[in-house]
């Protein structure tokens, strides 16, 4: 058994520091574990006492009789590395630190917090500041956290990995008061040695569980976290994701409680969508998606059929459905005969909503509505709406639910209107996803379709065209800006078609390098140090070759005017036409490491915003799903007669891109192409300007 097993899986626990006094928090531990059905041996570790709830107490960890598979910390931050050291020292398989003070105390704290993990040696660490670990599965609760005080917590197939042990407390008692329950719940605090992703792949493996909700503060290992996601999409188990630090104070706080920096929001959320997490966009959600994807029910297609025997809250359903992309449509012909030969009074039957009124007062009539529609070739899903009468008499609808779940494996959802707690949490607990708000119904379906789209998609994204002869040029650059034609080059070492072009010195040379190409050229200003040339005066399109040494004095007047800049020469350039603009875009985050950026392009790219990020390496489907993200790619599509963009080239240009990026590593501190002119189909793509700075 390896440590994170023994850590989940104890036979031994010890409680470092463990109290005698019922109104103490070090007193919980032993009582958590006692009340919730642990088994296994229990050490206290105290000097000061003989015994603590009726256990042999021990003075210190040298004078335990066995080796703990766990230890549970509960001393001051100034006495946690001695005292971890000293379990490590004696073969204990894992310790959870309760402690605050350490990684996010400022640097006094991080010292502190280096020095814990090195004593801890190859024991692993939950924490330090964390609350603990719950293993509801197996009755194993090696935490403080007050959440534990409750009664008969249930057992389900939903495990919850959080950084903030209050969240996990939150978390559970919410689910127990909605009838759900939980297989681990782990709060992972400072992460000085195991993070989410460590316990995520722990759980992967866990037959108990079957979906993993995630609370986000920060990522100390993005890499780590996508191959961890990859193989979750793989195995078919979602994860969901609720990410705080969206706003610059939700940021500041992420550092203050565990040091974890925030990182760009968009950036994560690129990083979702790249590696299959379905994001909870609301607190609420971080327990509403994983209830609906607990069902295991995979949602095949948007046609929903909604059951009420209450107008209003059917409305209320259908509209939010239909706010989330899903129809609402009428029962098809051979649909509607079954359910007229029920023979329902009063009840609406060929339309949808489905209003049933009285229906939903006999039971045997509710069920036979849902077998109907179950097998109705019309609909991928059913949601039930329980009317008040479903408050005096939960059977009513419950029954006929519960009793309709083996006909079939379409998801069916139940929306509870009125305040009704006790139909919630019976339904839930049976396994039906219930909800209190019609939004949630949304939520979940969502999550639902989406969980099916990836299940088993993990997409094994790598460099996709690197040769040595591309990493040799990068070597050979220096480092600093490069001015554009150095920038292009660098771009078509790696495979992205450039502009056809001349870098002169003169007027006189840019004149007879545009005498010698097809039509009107574009001027440039050459230098590393413009950025931006468009703001200086240091470009101009659409020149008569003729036209191109008078142009060139008047265009070097105008930026040293603008500017102190070093100008270089000048840059000839054939007027690339007839193509979509975009911009390719690298960036750098602090926490998530480097990012490709596409959008529309040219003068516009600031003001209408219209991008779509990925993390390098892409794979194939990483690009296609960039250029269908922004709204723009319609114009590449055919958009009112326009013709289509040839989207196979701006896909492999994307690819190579990511493959530069991937090379070049940390010695890329900025690059961009735009305009990447993408032309009609069959005639490629063309970079007709950039930038890069390299370290």
């Known amino acids: 058994m390896n440590s994170i097993s023994r850590l989940f899986q104890p036979a031994s626990v010890a409680v470092i520091g463990a109290s005698d006094d019922p109104g103490k928090l070090t007193s919980r531990p032993i009582a958590y574990l006692r009340k919730h059905g642990f088994e296994g041996r229990i050490y206290p570790v105290n000097p000061r006492y003989d015994t603590v709830a009726g256990l042999p107490c021990y003075a210190d960890v040298a004078s335990l009789p066995g080796v703990p598979d766990v ?16 379990l490590a020292e004696a073969g204990t398989g894992a ?33 330090p500041n964390t609350i603990g670990l719950v293993n509801l599965t197996d009755g194993i609760t090696l935490s403080a956290s007050g959440a534990l005080e409750m009664e008969g917590l249930r057992t389900g197939s939903i495990a919850l990995v959080s950084q903030s042990g209050g969240i996990l407390g939150s978390l559970l008692s919410r689910a127990a008061a909605r009838g759900v329950g939980f297989s681990k719940l782990v709060a992972t605090g400072n992460e000085a040695d195991l993070d989410v992703s460590d316990i995520i792949d722990h759980l992967l493996d866990d037959d108990a569980t079957s979906v993993v909700a995630v609370y986000l503060e920060g990522l100390r290992k993005p890499d780590r976290f996508r191959e961890v996601a990859a193989r979750a999409a793989g195995l078919g188990k979602p994860i969901v994701v609720f990410k705080v630090g969206r706003s610059e104070s939700g940021a500041r706080s992420a550092v203050s409680h565990t040091g974890a920096l925030a990182g760009a929001d968009a950036i994560y959320e690129a990083l979702f969508k790249q590696v299959g997490i379905i994001r909870a966009e609301t607190f609420a959600e971080l327990l509403d998606i994983p209830v609906a994807l607990s069902a295991k029910r995979v949602l095949k297609g948007r046609r929903v059929a909604v059951v009420t025997s209450t107008g209003g809250a059917g409305s209320l359903v259908a509209d939010s459905c239909g706010m989330a992309g899903f129809d609402t449509p009428a029962p098809d012909e051979s649909t509607a005969e079954r359910l007229r ?22 039971p045997d009539l509710f069920r036979n509505i849902i077998k109907i529609l179950f097998e109705s070739p019309s609909f991928d899903a059913v949601i039930v709406i329980v009317g008040s009468s479903g408050v005096g008499q939960p059977d009513l609808v419950a029954r006929p639910v519960l009793d309709s779940l083996s006909g079939s494996d379409k998801p069916l959802l139940v929306y509870v209107s009125p305040e009704a707690p006790g139909i919630v949490s019976h339904l839930n607990g049976q396994g039906v996803p219930t909800f209190t708000a019609p939004e949630s119904c949304a939520t979940a379906l969502s999550a639902m379709h989406r969980a099916g789209s990836r299940m088993g998609a993990g997409d094994t994204a790598g460099p996709s065209s690197l040769t040595s002869g591309s990493g040799q040029q990068a070597g050979d650059l220096p480092s600093g800006p490069l001015n554009e034609i150095e920038s292009k080059r660098l771009f078509a070492g790696f495979g992205i078609p450039v502009a056809h072009e001349t870098a002169v010195s003169t007027p006189e040379e840019a004149q007879s390098a545009a005498q010698r190409m097809e039509g009107n050229i574009v001027l440039k200003v050459l230098s590393r140090d413009i950025a931006h040339k468009t703001e200086v005066g240091g470009v101009m399109v659409n020149i008569k070759p003729d036209d191109v040494a008078d142009r060139c004095r008047a265009m070097d007047v105008t930026v040293k005017a603008a500017t102190t800049a070093n100008v270089e020469g000048f840059l000839v350039q054939e007027m690339v036409t007839g193509g979509v603009e975009l911009i390719l875009g690298f960036h750098r985050d602090p926490q998530l490491g480097p990012a490709i950026l596409l959008g529309l392009g040219g003068i516009t790219t600031e003001l209408f915003k219209d991008t779509a990020i990925r993390l390098p390496p892409l794979g194939k489907r990483d690009a296609q799903a960039m250029i269908d993200e922004i709204k723009s790619s319609q114009l590449l599509k055919g958009f009112r007669g326009r013709p289509r963009g040839d989207l196979d080239a701006l896909v492999s240009a994307i690819l190579a891109f990511s493959d530069m990026i991937v090379v070049l590593g940390d010695r890329l501190v900025e690059a961009e192409i735009n305009p990447l002119f993408v032309l009609p189909e069959g005639r490629g793509v063309c970079a007709a300007d950039g930038l890069v700075v390299l370290s």
């Open 95 to 127: 310790a959870i630190v309760l402690a605050s003070g350490f990684g996010e105390a400022g640097e006094e704290g991080q010292r502190r917090q280096r020095e814990l993990k090195d004593a801890a040696g190859p024991m692993r660490i939950l924490g």
């Open 71 to 86: 230890a549970i910390v509960l001393v001051g931050a100034n006495r946690v590395t001695d005292v971890v050291r000293q």
């Open 341 to 362: 030969a029920l023979d329902l009074r009063d009840a609406a039957l060929d339309r949808n909503p489905i209003d049933v009124t009285l229906a939903g007062l006999r």
